[in-house]
Nanobody
Framework: QVQLVESGGGLVQTGVSLRLSCAAS????????MGWFRRAPGKEREFVAT???????DYADSVKGRFTISRDNTKNTVYLQMNSLKPEDAAVYYC?????????????????WGQGTQVTVLS
């Protein structure tokens, strides 16, 4: 059974950093695109970042330059380093495993999802 488990969320002040982790089990995802999405209260789920292939990455404009997605295939784990957090980054963050090897900003291109981890940023 495939499982994605996020961790690392929390309540922080504006400007600080957090690192989210997504531990995958049930299969190897080294050749699969992985992504992070988020959903803020009252808003639609939105794309945050994706990683695929030889560590190709793509980011939403709102996080570019502040967030970094990475992966450790030996641990079957994907990370999201979030720096200079802003109140508008507050959301539940979800990890997702893609349908294939190419990264995508579209949620429907991801087959497996974690339960999410809450990030709250105080202004």
């Amino acid at each position: 059974q495939v499982q994605l488990v996020e961790s690392g969320g929390g309540l922080v002040q504006t400007g600080v950093s957090l690192r989210l982790s997504c531990a995958a089990s049930g299969r190897t995802f080294s050749n699969t695109a992985m992504g992070w999405f988020r959903r803020a209260p009252g808003k639609e789920r939105e794309f945050v970042a994706t990683i695929w292939g030889g560590d190709f990455t793509d980011y939403a404009d709102s996080v570019k330059g502040r967030f970094t997605i990475s992966r450790d295939n030996t641990k079957n784990t994907v990370y999201l380093q979030m720096n200079s957090l802003k109140p508008e980054d507050a959301a539940v963050y979800y990890c997702a495993a893609g349908r294939g090897g190419w990264g995508s900003r579209q949620a429907d291109q991801y087959d497996y999802w974690g339960q999410g981890t809450q990030v709250t940023v105080l202004s």
